[in-house]
Nanobody
Framework: QVQLVESGGGLVQAGGSLRLSCAAS????????MGWFRQVPGKEREFVAA????????YYVDSVKGRFTISRDNAKNTVYLQMNSLKPEDTAVYYC????????????????WGQGTQVTVSS
């Protein structure tokens, strides 16, 4: 059974930083893409960042480029999202996901999801 467990969310002031982690188990982690999506109430889940199995293809949504960095450690079965210069509009529940990654930037590219971690950025 595939499990994804996110951690690292919380409350931070605008301009601050957080690092999200997602520990995966139950499948060959190094063979699958990993991604981060976010969702606010009443809106669709939004793509944030993704990394392919080998780490040589990375995508970001335009609104986080230059501020967020996705990385993976296949030895630890963990994917990270370093979030710097946070803005109030980054407030959302952040979800970790894994899958074939086709496409890397769309919900359809993933088949397992974590439970989500809340990120709140105060102004």
């Amino acid at each position: 059974q595939v499990q994804l467990v996110e951690s690292g969310g919380g409350l931070v002031q605008a301009g601050g930083s957080l690092r999200l982690s997602c520990a995966a188990s139950g499948r060959t982690f190094s063979s699958h893409a990993m991604g981060w999506f976010r969702q606010v109430p009443g809106k669709e889940r939004e793509f944030v960042a993704a990394i392919n199995w080998s780490g040589d293809r990375i995508y970001y949504v335009d609104s986080v480029k230059g501020r967020f960095t996705i990385s993976r450690d296949n030895a630890k079965n963990t994917v990270y999202l370093q979030m710097n210069s946070l803005k109030p509009e980054d407030t959302a529940v952040y979800y970790c996901t894994t899958g074939p990654g086709a496409p890397l930037y769309g919900v359809a590219g993933y088949d397992y999801w974590g439970q989500g971690t809340q990120v709140t950025v105060s102004s």
